[in-house]
C-alpha cells in the first residue's frame, strides 16, 4: 500500500511561485498514476494535474495550464507540482492521490490513496 505525504505549501503573493512535493512510500510507487487535487473553502474538490508511471503523459486543468507543471522521479519516490504566476484564486489545501497503474489520468473517482493535503495562499 502507498502513503503519501504532500508538503512545500504556503503564503505567496500573487505572481510567485511555490514547488510542492508528495513523498510516497512503499515499493509500488513507481506503477502509480499520480495526481494533484485541491479544494478552496466552499468549494467542491477540483483536479488540478496528473501524470502516468513514466512521465510519459501528463494532463493538467484548463484553470492552471501554462502556470503549473506535474512532474515525477521514481528514484526519490516523489511527485512534484511547480506553481508558478500564482493568483489568489489558486489558494486552496492542495492534495496528493494515487490511482491504479493503467488509469486513465483524468477517471478522478480512481484516485483512492491520499495525502494529508498542504495549505497554499496566494495574497494579492
Known amino acids: 500500500q502507498v502513503q503519501l505525504v504532500e508538503s512545500g505549501g504556503g503564503l505567496v503573493h500573487a505572481g510567485g511561485s511555490l514547488k510542492l512535493s508528495c513523498a510516497a512510500s512503499g515499493r509500488t510507487f513507481n506503477s502509480y498514476v499520480m495526481g494533484w487535487f485541491r479544494q478552496a473553502p466552499g468549494k467542491e474538490r477540483e483536479f488540478v494535474a496528473g501524470i502516468t508511471w513514466n512521465s510519459g503523459n501528463t494532463y493538467h486543468a484548463d484553470s492552471v495550464k501554462g502556470r503549473f507543471t506535474i512532474s515525477r522521479d521514481n528514484a526519490k519516490n516523489t511527485v512534484y507540482l511547480q506553481m508558478n504566476s500564482l493568483r489568489p484564486e489558486d489558494t486552496a489545501v492542495y492534495y496528493c492521490?494515487?490511482?491504479?497503474?493503467?488509469?486513465?489520468?483524468?477517471?478522478?473517482?480512481?484516485?483512492?490513496?491520499w495525502g494529508q493535503g498542504t495549505q497554499v495562499t496566494v495574497s494579492s
Open positions: 492521490a494515487a490511482a491504479p497503474p493503467g488509469t486513465y489520468l483524468r477517471a478522478f473517482t480512481e484516485y483512492h490513496i
